[in-house]
């Protein structure tokens, strides 16, 4: 596909530290301008690294030992650092989990949103300024002078998030990757958070990987959806598909575990045995024959 | 065990600490000559490896001609003697106030926290040369000089240690269980606060070293003749110009001494948080 | 199914207020007020679930209902023992019958002792006159309705995953075979699996032991899995409360209805993302 904006290819990502095998394997996906690829599984799934190393930000004990991963055509995985960055610096945004950590308390709103344009796009304090200014209000923040001069503690959880969304999109950047940038709101300000994110994805036309372990986020706001276990997609296609008819039963176990406040009968079946029995013998199956192939590829 | 030795800082520390306490309690045995032997005859003599050095004197002899080597051996006997008990003291008072304030709160905190920065503010080296003067000098004096200078700095770890553990989930746990408040203190924060605590035992060691020194460089510590660092260091200093041995020697032990001991709390405080870090 | 003679938990306007800080002279700023007024009762072996979003006082409100939380006023009555105005000492010897389960196992469990040590402890401090036997036998058949091997009693909590951790805190909770327990966010840290084990093993326990629980969480999916009735806290007060169906189903309070549109389905709905259409979508779902 020539005209996707992100493509990752047989990504697989080994950890020097742990021994129980690699972190990712053989990870593919693809994200088109303007939709919404979601990555979800759960906890130690990798979902976060698929964004850090699309990122160029694995930790050092992490390495990429196979595929490749491209952004509007061109190969990131063998740029030089320095171009590396400013690439990624100007055309790939995030949006974190923690937005209290994630900003920079001794310093106000407005020296951390405009760096980034400062920084990347040359611009003068005054133009990145008003672009902040302009920023704020799309993520309909209230009083945004106000908030501009404001410190991260002065500013509620929600409102902390909007104002990383909005450093996030300053740029206008080509890729948002959101790591479950929901999962320590309250679900009435998690509403408002990712319709803001859709909502600015959309009018800007920006691609965005959303990482989650939660399948309703993921109902509402991806187009696409990867489903993660033991760092290997095990099922990959259109939302509305996939969780209306899915076809790995894990994915139909995942379902079957979530409650449901609108079907009491149903959720809260945990996943049998078998069931993860099955996964784990397909991903050494599957692990098994990209050996071969590797060794084939080396060979031959 | 062994993952712990791997920490050098633990194993240096340690050993070193380790080989004080072997010459201290065996003094007697390990050193060549008595540390009071006085022998004119063969005064100032060099050390070891140096033009006019006796092979029987390894670090060299004073001005008096005691053996350098020895009164380094008995000095550290003193250092010990003083570190250990005043360490021990200054942590048991200090420990005490602190878990009681941190973990009690209310008017009690209040007390100790104002006794902790009025004691404070006094300082620290002419508090002890002050208490020593009045009790008369003694390894005794030393040793009650320095518990009662140095419990503050327990008092102030422990208090916000407790404080912080106290918020902890199992403490509530503890209380929703039925537990007395003195048995929570004592048998569930006291544990979670004892690596801190050890850590800065160690340090306060160290720091219980230089303040002997000190007061054995004014002469306030044991009797004037008996071998100690800071003794040794304050004679030496007067003749450094013909016999450097006499003042680098003791130097260099306490140094070392005080550099062992800071590695092996760093290293305690390491090796035994980590538990928890999981 | 008899009618309960009298609620086991009987709370009437209960007014808590978190001690301000103090001022450079030791007073103290007046308090900051986090529940205003809050009236609740559960029956004997009920399940009632507690939802609120932060700062709406769940927390506060499950640590008062084990006496653990002084109120400024208010009355709360334990099987008919007033217990809003006791001392520490009073307290004591009805703790045995109310329990608390935590969050995060992890610091909810001494870091510093092994899990056998954790869980004799409560044994040793109430019935010290038992065998060490009959204290062995009944860790054992503890862990055993926890689904927890008897090798985790060797093991110290850093040592076990988030699930086992979760079931540790519940084994000491109904070791002591409390009348009622507060489980505090339980799953909320939870994979979706280890949540529906955990929530399964909950639901058997209380219907087992006859045990009442308060059931505290934001997810209101997970408190109609598994509870009878839930209260709906905001800010301090209760907006709404009763029966689980009839909450969820045809709520009466505006915030009732926000909180519910909010939760997004696994089940695309286009009008999630839309602000005006709310009420109409809530009506298609439910249809």
């Known amino acids: 596909m020539t005209d996707a904006l992100l493509a990752v290819r047989s990504l697989s990502v080994v950890s020097s530290r742990r021994e129980g095998g690699p972190i990712l394997r053989a990870v593919s996906l693809t994200v088109a301008p303007g939709e919404v690829h979601g990555v979800v599984g759960e906890s130690g799934a990798g979902k976060s690294t698929v964004g850090r190393a699309v990122l160029g930000m694995l930790p050092r004990t992490m390495q990429v030992t196979a595929g490749a991963i491209s952004l509007s055509g061109t190969e990131l995985l063998t740029l030089d650092a320095a171009r590396r960055r400013r690439l990624l610096g100007a055309h790939v945004a995030l949006i974190p989990q923690d937005p209290l950590s994630a900003l920079n308390p001794s310093r106000r709103i407005e020296a951390q949103l405009t760096d980034g344009m400062r920084m990347w796009q040359g611009a003068s304090a005054r133009e990145a300024r008003r672009r902040a200014l302009a920023m704020l209000e799309e993520v309909q923040m209230h009083d945004p002078e106000r908030v501009m001069r404001c410190y991260p503690h002065e500013l509620s959880g929600g409102m902390r998030q909007r104002v990383l969304i909005a450093a996030a999109f300053m740029l206008r950047p080509k890729l948002v990757i959101a790591d479950e940038p929901t999962t320590a709101l309250d679900v009435t300000v998690q509403r408002q958070v990712l319709r803001l994110i859709r909502d600015l994805q959309t009018r800007h036309r920006t691609g965005a990987i959303l990482i989650t372990h939660d399948l309703g986020v993921v109902a509402q706001i991806c187009d696409d959806v990867s489903l993660l276990y033991a760092g290997r997609v095990l099922e990959q296609r259109r939302t509305a598909e996939l969780l209306g008819e899915p076809q790995h039963p894990y994915a139909r176990a995942l379902l079957r575990a979530t409650p449901r406040y609108d079907r009491p009968d149903q959720g809260l079946q945990p996943i049998p045995d078998a069931v993860m029995a099955a996964c784990r013998s397909e991903i050494a199956h599957v692990d098994q024959q990209l050996d071969q192939q590797f060794d084939r590829a080396s060979h031959g | 065990m062994p993952a712990m030795l791997r920490d050098w800082r633990l194993a240096a520390g340690g050993g070193v600490l380790l080989g004080l306490i072997v010459l201290a309690v065996f003094a007697p045995w390990i050193a060549p000559h008595d540390p009071l032997d006085q022998d004119l005859m063969a005064a100032t003599l060099p050390p070891a490896g140096f033009a006019g050095a006796d092979p029987a004197h390894w670090l060299g002899t004073d001005d008096l001609g005691r053996d350098v080597l020895s009164r380094l051996i008995y000095g550290a006997r003193v250092a010990l003697m003083v570190a250990v008990p005043a360490a021990a003291a200054a942590a048991l008072v200090g420990t005490l106030l602190g878990l009681v304030a941190g973990y009690f709160g209310g008017w009690v905190d209040v007390i100790v926290s104002r006794l902790v920065e009025i004691w404070m503010a006094f300082p620290a080296v002419l508090l002890a040369i002050l208490i020593v003067a009045i009790l008369g000098s003694g390894v005794v004096s030393v040793i009650i000089a320095i518990a009662i200078i140095d419990w503050t700095r327990f008092a102030r770890v422990i208090r916000a240690d407790t404080m912080a553990q106290s918020e902890a989930d199992y403490v509530t746990a503890a209380r929703t269980l039925g537990f007395g408040r003195w048995t929570i203190l004592l048998s569930e924060i006291l544990p979670n606060v004892l690596p801190g605590l050890l850590a800065l035992i160690a340090l306060e060691m160290g720091i219980a070293i230089v303040v002997e020194a000190i007061l054995s460089f004014v002469g306030l510590s044991v009797s004037s003749d008996a071998a100690t660092w800071g003794g040794m260091i304050a004679s030496g200093r007067q003749i450094i110009y013909q016999a450097w041995w006499v003042f680098a020697a003791p130097l260099a032990a306490v140094f070392i001494s005080v550099l062992a001991l800071n590695q092996l709390g760093d290293g305690l405080r390491r090796a035994l948080d980590p538990i928890m870090r999981q | ?287």
């Open chain 3, 1 to 287: 199914m008899a009618e309960p003679a009298r609620p086991l938990l009987e709370v009437r306007d209960l007014v808590v207020g978190y001690r301000g800080g103090r001022t450079l002279f030791g007073g103290r700023r007046p308090a900051a007020p986090v529940l205003h007024g809050v009236s609740l009762s559960i029956g004997r072996g009920e399940m009632v679930g507690i939802v609120g979003e932060s700062g709406s006082g769940k927390t506060t409100l499950g640590r008062a209902l084990l006496g653990l939380v002084r109120p400024a006023s208010g009355s709360i009555r334990f099987d008919g023992a007033e217990i809003s105005g006791l001392a520490e000492a009073a307290i004591r010897p009805l703790r045995r019958r109310m329990q608390l389960i935590f969050q995060d196992p992890m610091s909810s469990l001494n870091p510093r002792r092994t899990i056998g040590r954790t869980l004799a402890a409560p044994l040793r401090l109430h019935e010290p006159q038992q065998a060490r036997a009959e204290a062995v036998r009944r860790i054992n058949a503890i862990l055993e309705r926890v689904d927890l091997p008897p090798a985790v009693l060797r093991r110290y909590p850093h040592e076990l995953s988030g699930g086992q951790r979760q079931r540790v805190g519940i084994a000491r909770a109904i070791l002591l075979r409390p009348d009622f327990v507060v489980a505090d966010e339980i799953v909320s840290g939870l994979d979706v699996s280890t949540q529906a084990q955990v929530l399964r093993l909950i639901g058997e326990i209380s219907r087992d032991m006859g045990l009442a629980m308060a059931f505290i969480s934001h997810d209101l999916s997970v408190i109609r899995a598994v509870c009878h009735r839930v209260i709906v806290l905001r800010r301090g007060e209760v907006v709404e409360q009763g029966a689980c169906e009839a909450v969820l189903v045809r709520p009466q309070a505006a915030y009732t209805r926000e909180l519910i549109d909010a939760i997004p389905l696994p089940v695309p709905d286009p009008h999630w993302l839309v602000p005006e259409a709310s009420a109409e979508g809530r009506a298609r779902r439910m249809a």
